[in-house]
């Protein structure tokens, strides 16, 4: 059955009231100033990271900190010069005489030993280097 | 002796008179030699008389057996021979895929002196080998030759006369890499030896074997020294505790070392650091 004309306009009415009622209250608001309204913030999040801090502090105070590694150069690898290497010193040199007195026994050479050329003694020393023998 | 022999003195009648030292001391002591005296030794089935030369030298080598308790002992001939070590060293010479029978262990204690006829009875299963000191006596026979300062170096084993204020100066050479210094010393009117494992070696079977033997085992030495230099008065001295500091490892060897108011060593140990012991000083 259709709804009648008086019902239809007085419904009509009604929602445009509300809607009027709601566009006003959203100019009202919005031409109202910020310092009315109030923004809580929360508080006590300093306040609790400050006191996590301190329990982790002495927590941790009953144990010592490991303590940081040590950096230590990488070892040089380098080939000593003579002049570089320990020098061993040998306490009390003695002249030690000759222990044997050379003797040749009868034994014959067959072979010619062929001749040798000596280089003589001069103020230097020459190094003598000792190793197992070859 | 299978070695060099360098000689720094002055006038061509020293040199002359060294070389012939050398000469000789190879035909009489040689192991390798057949014909050499100390062969005929140990093929001799009878007491046999042996040269002055000979004589001293086994003598000299029974003292040192006693001083060394037994650990340098010159009849280890057959186990060296056992071991692969039946000819003149060279690198590869001594490789083999099989192992020989080991030698029945002697003891150069078993060998009679006989000091009035120089009569020598040698135990049927003792082969003599006097290699272990042979070289450094005779550096030492040679050194008498030389007229003033000089020195003789026979593959490492040294004698030094003089040496002017500071002395001759001696380059210990890095085992591991020949190329190297590891040390020196500075010695007058002293004699040096050194001893190591790490070239004289060879392979039997798979097994890596070298050239100084523990008479204990009847083996190559193991030991915790890769090297041993010994400055003694005399080569022969130095060349034998060179040998023996080497079995004995390092602490027994430092210990030996330091028993002796004037012989020193420096030892290399397998870790590579040198310890001085003795008379040397660092």
Redesign the interface.
């Known amino acids: 059955m259709k709804t009648p004309a008086n019902v239809v306009g007085r419904r009509l009415r009604r929602y445009l009231g509300a809607l009027l009622a709601a566009g006003f209250g959203v100019t009202w608001w919005s031409f109202v100033p910020p310092v009315a309204a109030a923004v809580i913030r929360p508080a006590p999040a300093i306040a609790m990271a400050r006191e996590l801090v301190e329990l982790h502090w002495s927590q941790t105070a009953m144990e010592p900190a490991p303590p940081p590694p040590i950096k230590r150069p990488k070892p040089h690898v380098h080939?000593?010069k003579?002049d570089t290497?320990?020098?061993?010193?040998?306490?009390?040199?003695?002249?030690?005489p000759?222990?044997?007195?050379?003797?040749?026994?009868p034994?014959v050479?067959p072979d010619p030993?062929p001749e040798?050329?000596?280089?003589?003694?001069g103020?230097d020393?020459?190094?003598?280097?000792?190793?197992?023998?070859? | 002796?299978?070695?060099?022999v360098a000689?720094?003195?002055?006038?061509?009648a020293?040199?002359?008179?060294i070389?012939?030292?050398f000469?000789?001391a190879e035909?009489?002591f040689s192991r390798f030699r057949s014909d050499s005296e100390l062969m005929q030794l140990n093929r001799a089935t009878a007491p046999m008389i042996v040269?002055?030369?000979m004589f001293a030298a086994l003598v000299a080598a029974r003292r040192y057996v006693e001083l060394t308790d037994g650990i340098f002992d010159p009849a280890i001939g057959a186990t060296l021979v056992a071991l692969g070590y039946d000819r003149s060293f060279a690198p590869g010479a001594l490789d083999r895929e099989s192992d020989t029978k080991a030698a029945t262990a002697a003891r150069f204690l078993d060998v009679e002196l006989d000091h009035d006829r120089r009569e020598v009875t040698r135990p049927s299963h003792v082969q003599i080998d006097l290699g272990g000191m042979i070289?450094g006596?005779t550096v030492?026979?040679a050194?008498?030759?030389l007229p003033?300062?000089?020195?003789i170096?026979a593959?490492?084993?040294?004698v030094?006369r003089g040496?002017?204020r500071l002395?001759?100066?001696?380059?210990?050479?890095d085992?591991r890499d020949?190329s190297?210094?590891?040390?020196?010393?500075?010695?007058?009117?002293?004699a040096?030896?050194?001893?190591?494992?790490?070239?004289?070696r060879w392979q039997v079977a798979g097994s890596q074997r070298h050239h100084i033997v523990d008479p204990r085992t009847q083996r190559s030495a193991t030991t915790d020294l890769l090297?041993v230099?010994v400055?003694a008065?005399?080569a022969e001295l130095a060349d034998v505790l060179a040998k023996t500091v080497f079995v004995l490892g390092a602490e027994r060897g430092r210990t030996l070392i330091e028993r002796h108011a004037?012989v020193?060593a420096?030892l290399i140990r397998t870790d590579g650091a040198?310890i001085?012991c003795g008379?040397?000083?660092?």
Not at chain 2, 1 to 4: F, G, K, L, Y
Not at chain 2, 148 to 151: L, R
Not at chain 2, 180 to 190: E, L, S
């Open positions: 080939r000593p003579p290497t320990p020098v061993f010193v040998i306490a009390d040199p003695l002249l030690v000759p222990l044997v007195t050379p003797t040749l026994d034994i050479v030993q040798v050329v000596l280089e003589p003694v103020d020393f020459p190094p003598i280097r000792t190793r197992s023998s070859r | 002796m299978n070695s060099d000689v720094i003195a002055e006038g061509v020293a040199q002359a008179a070389q012939q030292t000469v000789e035909q009489r040269s002055e030369s070289k006596r030492d026979e050194a008498a030759w003033g300062d000089g020195a170096d593959g490492g084993d040294a030094m040496g002017g002395g001759w100066l001696v380059e210990i050479e085992p020949r190297r210094i590891v040390a020196t010393i500075r010695v007058r009117d002293r040096v030896a050194t001893s190591a494992a790490n070239y004289r090297q230099t400055v008065p005399t004037d020193g420096v040198p001085t008379t040397v000083q660092s």
